[in-house]
């Protein structure tokens, strides 16, 4: 089994234009296969090619602090110290910093301080339902733009969120819509006694301090929806570019996961371009001659109860053979599902990735200087 496969000619570039140069890799997979890992592991072979990089985990977890060796990843990049030709940078949404500098940048000062000590708002920039996506996405058109970084890779939460981040954009700016909450600020559109009455009971529900907050928010806010109509048009033109692709993340010992098959088809809809396969926790295949039951009891000062044990170890390395070979066809199958994609592979660490120095073992075995698989 080699290391690549089926790997496409690169498509013609777009016309260049600010950030159009900038690649981005967005890392997606199932919960439990060590995706933030991997997502490093990658970040870092970029810098180790002589590129400015920069990995964001969408994920609130501390995973790739842990896997980079630092103590604190935050919103803004962190420089990682390297012995490369390149750099890395880490960062870590932060989905109310992202909010409050996004208002800052947009609105005029005194709308943006309004707008901040408004309780709605509050409640919009840390437990709006897709909010929290939709930041990322946001944070990542900063990235891509801001001049810095040659690439961004994207380290996203389990597939089951994915397709969340890839509607954050379009469901956010509805939401922010004043249009469709029109009946807020002039209660008086709607039609028929029934319908009046009826938003008189949530109004005195709520209360009339909830709703004056609300109407508040969205008459501060309209300064800026037009903006963000127009920035979700551009994350939404960025994210299906030739410059953006996805890559899944599969772990060897389940790499035929439905939900994985279930991810490619949402990116064949989305006309989104998909990379290939990051096959994570590969176990090589044994390789002999291996010691027969008689060479095994010939072992000089055996320990008692050798002879007992032998039989046993003797079969150890007919069944490691016997699993990395299913192991082997598994990936096969995916693969050939996926209509031969390209693949790369990653060992199996038993002790896991706590650190720099470990990380550049897997970063060897990633784009874009990609290796046979052992075995």
Excluded at 79 to 87: F, K, N, T, V, W
Excluded at 147 to 170: E, I, L, N, Y
Excluded at 262 to 268: Q, V, Y
Excluded at 293 to 316: M, N, S, T
Aim: glycine share 8%; charged share 25%.
């Amino acid at each position: 089994m080699t290391g690549v496969r089926g790997a496409r000619a690169g498509q013609q570039a777009e016309p260049e234009r600010r950030g159009a140069a900038v690649e981005i890799h967005v890392c997606c997979g199932v919960g439990g296969t060590g995706k933030t890992t991997t997502s490093a592991a990658f970040a870092l072979a970029q810098a180790r090619a002589g590129r400015r990089v920069a990995v964001i985990t969408i994920d609130p977890a501390r995973r790739l602090a842990d896997a980079l060796g630092i103590d604190v990843l935050d919103n803004e990049p962190r420089r990682i110290e390297l012995d490369a030709p390149g750099s890395l940078s880490a960062l870590m949404l932060d989905r109310k910093g992202t909010w409050d500098a996004l208002v800052r940048a947009r609105a005029s000062p005194n709308t943006a301080e309004r707008l901040l000590a408004n309780p709605y708002y509050q409640a919009v920039s840390t437990r709006l339902s897709g909010s929290h996506e939709y930041m990322a996405v946001e944070r990542l058109y900063d990235l891509v733009y801001d001049g810095d970084f040659d690439v961004v890779v994207v380290d996203t939460p389990p597939t089951q969120h994915v397709v969340d981040f890839f509607q954050a954009p379009d469901r956010v700016r509805r939401i922010l819509d004043r249009s469709l909450l029109s009946g807020l600020f002039d209660p008086q559109r709607f039609v028929g006694p029934a319908a009046r009455g009826a938003f008189a009971l949530i109004e005195r529900l709520a209360g009339q301090g909830v709703m004056g907050d609300i109407r508040t928010f969205f008459t501060l806010f309209s300064e800026i929806s037009h903006t963000f109509r127009e920035r979700s048009a551009d994350v939404a033109e960025l994210l299906r570019s030739d410059q953006t692709r996805y890559w899944l993340v599969a772990n060897a010992k389940a790499p035929e996961r439905n939900d994985l098959l279930g991810f490619l088809g949402e990116l064949e809809e989305r006309k989104m371009r998909f990379a290939g396969f990051l096959v994570n926790r590969v176990v090589p295949t044994p390789q002999g001659p291996f010691p027969d039951e008689a060479a095994l009891l010939g072992v000089a000062d055996a320990p008692e109860g050798w002879a007992a044990v032998v039989p046993r170890l003797a079969q150890l390395p007919t069944e490691a053979i016997a699993r990395a070979h299913d192991q082997d066809a598994r990936i096969d199958r995916l693969i050939a599902k996926a209509g031969g994609a390209a693949a790369w592979f990653l060992p199996d660490l038993p002790d896991g990735v706590r650190s720099l120095d470990g990380l550049q073992g897997l970063a060897e075995r990633l784009p874009p200087a990609p290796p046979a698989r052992e075995g």
